[in-house]
């Protein structure tokens, strides 16, 4: 028989395990936002750039500096 304490124990257990989902779920969403926001930030700087015909080079130094960054990060 399940008593009122077992109850609550296992109640405040699965609040517990939801709460950290959603939190793993605001941090995903944060971080794709972040993504997304720098992803603007480039293509802005890019095409201010491109008159000058430097915005593809930058581009891709810029790329190329976060994968080594994502690579040292792991």
Known sequence: MINERTTEKYSAIY???????????????????QKEFKEVQIKQKVSSLDQFGLGRIIEN?????EKIYENNKK
């Not at 609040?15 to 936002?33: C, D, F, L, N, P």
């Open 15 to 33: 609040y517990g395990i939801i709460r950290e989902g959603v939190k793993k779920m605001i941090r995903a969403r944060i971080s794709q936002t």
């Open 61 to 65: 130094e810029m790329q190329f500096g």
